[in-house]
Structure formats: C-alpha cells, structure tokens
C-alpha cells in the first residue's frame, strides 16, 4: 500500500509562502499554522480578507474576515456554509483534502471558487458550483 506522508506545518508554511508572499503568517507553532491573506475571484469582484487555521493532522478551517457574507438579492440563505458562516470547500467525508496535500494547491483555490461562485450568486441567484447540500 503505497501511503503518502502527512505534510509537516514546516512544509506547508514553505509551499503556501511560496505560493503567497504578501500573506501574512501569525501563530506558527510545531503543529499550527494560520495564514491571512486576500483573495479576489475575478478582476470585477470584490477583494476578500480571509484567514485559513490549519491544526496538524485536523480539517484546515476557513473564516471569511470582510466583507462580510450576506444574502443575495432574493434574501436567499447563503448557500454551501456552515451555520457559523464558514464556507463549506469540500465535503470531507469524501477525503478530498487530506494532511498529505498542501493547503496553498487545494484550500485557497477551493475557496477562490467559492468565492467566485457566492459573488455570482449574488446576481444570478443561482449557484453555479458543485456540492452537496447541506443543513449544517
């Protein structure tokens, strides 16, 4: 069985600092790493502060600093989030992150289209991305 290794905070503060120079790196410790940052979907939507907090070994959590998320146009509830207003990138239980893929490849583009797929929503009200619904 051919298993990759867990990726250390050491090799993921390298590779996302790499990736993002101009994000910010607060409380790296031996098994915790967060990173703020900015994230603008497309050259016409709006810049997003966000922080992502990723424990070794856990599930990274992402928190959406500003603006703040709101409903759309219909006053529809937000789709793909958690009820404390963190956006659900990936259904978990399907491993599509896992300790062995580095946040910088995975998170942050998943929360790029996240991202893309809420502002899009705002003037479609529909929502464009995949996903599983959920009642959390």
Not at 1 to 22: A, C, D, G, R, V
Not at 70 to 77: L, W, Y
Request: hydrophobic share 35%; proline share 7%.
């Amino acid at each position: 069985m051919n298993k990759e290794k867990n990726l250390t905070i050491s090799e993921q503060y390298i590779h996302f600092k790499k990736k993002f120079p101009n994000w910010k790196f607060v409380n790296e410790k031996d098994n915790k790493l967060t990173a703020i940052g900015t994230i603008q979907p497309s050259l016409k939507m709006s810049i997003y502060e966000v922080k992502i907090v990723y424990t070794f070994k856990k599930q990274p959590v992402v928190y959406i600093i500003s603006p703040p998320l709101c409903r759309n146009f219909k006053n529809d509830k937000i789709p793909h989030i958690y009820s404390d207003k963190k956006p659900c990138l990936y259904y978990p239980k399907y491993k599509e992150w896992t300790p062995n893929k580095y946040l910088a490849n995975t998170v942050v583009v998943w929360l790029s289209l996240w991202l893309y797929f809420y502002e899009s929503w705002h003037i479609t009200g529909v929502w464009s991305g995949e996903g599983i619904e959920h009642n959390i």
